[in-house]
């Protein structure tokens, strides 16, 4: 049973943007934190934003805060990820996560969604 699954991918040029989705179950995403990493080639998964249940509270890492907006639509399960003015180093795999503590650390999460591929081009 799939937990969460990211879509709205792509390649883009430099100072695009993106909007990714991240479809939840109800169990997963209900009283859960939703968040959003990346992991660039060669690279290690790295936190990029926290939404918290239910009034939303965000925390964004320095890299693209005020670049991207992170939202939840409690009524469909759905958290999105806005990402705009992007750069070529915003390039990796994005991916979805849920879990019950308000953490950026990667291991504190319970589920995972497969990834959706983002590429920005110079």
């Known amino acids: 049973q799939v937990q969460l699954e990211e879509s709205g991918g792509g390649l883009v040029q430099a100072g695009g943007s993106l909007r990714l989705s991240c479809a939840a179950s109800e169990r997963t995403f209900t009283k859960n934190v939703m968040a959003w990493f990346r992991q660039a080639p060669g690279k290690e998964r790295e936190f990029v934003v926290y939404i918290t249940w239910p009034i939303g509270i965000t925390y964004y890492a320095d890299s693209v805060k005020g670049r991207f907006t992170i939202s939840r639509d409690n009524a469909k399960n759905t958290v999105y990820l806005q990402m705009n003015s992007l750069k070529p180093e915003d390039t990796a795999v994005y991916y979805c996560?849920?879990?019950?503590?308000?953490?950026?650390?990667?291991?504190?999460?319970?589920?995972w969604g497969q990834g959706t591929q983002v590429t920005v081009s110079s």
């Open positions: 996560a849920a879990g019950r503590l308000v953490t950026m650390s990667k291991d504190r999460y319970d589920y």
